[in-house]
């Protein structure tokens, strides 16, 4: 499955930006879909993710209660509404599709499939 991640942006703290992943060329429905983020020197990490099973979604401590993913199968597109931004928050944000086990969805290793990356910069 192909992925493009679209929607990253310059916003000011405070501020909302929804990104939005979409698939091709394969069995999106089956694969379950997490967010990353990358800042320049840091590793990789976790976001979001949301399940294929149940559509049971899973958050990062530190965006709890201000990011939302959520799925539309038939559309073969996964979103990330993010509010009340943060400068923290800036980085490349990446979408990955994969069939990890629940103990593991918050590992990008876990993840075959992802997307090119959108810069999200959040200006304080």
């Known amino acids: 499955v192909q992925l493009q991640a679209s929607g990253g942006g310059l916003v000011q703290a405070g501020g909302s930006l929804r990104l939005s992943c979409v698939a091709s060329?394969?069995?999106?429905?089956?694969?379950?879909v997490g967010w990353f983020r990358q800042a320049p020197g840091n590793e990789r990490e976790f976001v979001a993710a949301?399940?294929?099973?149940?559509?049971?979604?899973y958050y990062d401590d530190s965006v709890k209660g201000r990011f939302t993913i959520s799925r539309d199968n038939a559309k073969n597109m996964v979103s990330l509404q993010m509010n009340s931004l943060k400068p923290e928050d800036t980085a490349v944000y990446y979408c990955g599709a994969g069939r990890p086990i629940l103990s593991a969805v918050s590992m990008p290793s876990m993840y075959g499939n992802w997307g090119q990356g959108t810069q999200v910069t959040v200006s304080s």
């Open positions: 060329g394969g069995t999106f429905r089956t694969y379950t």
């Open positions: 949301i399940l294929v099973q149940n559509m049971h979604t």
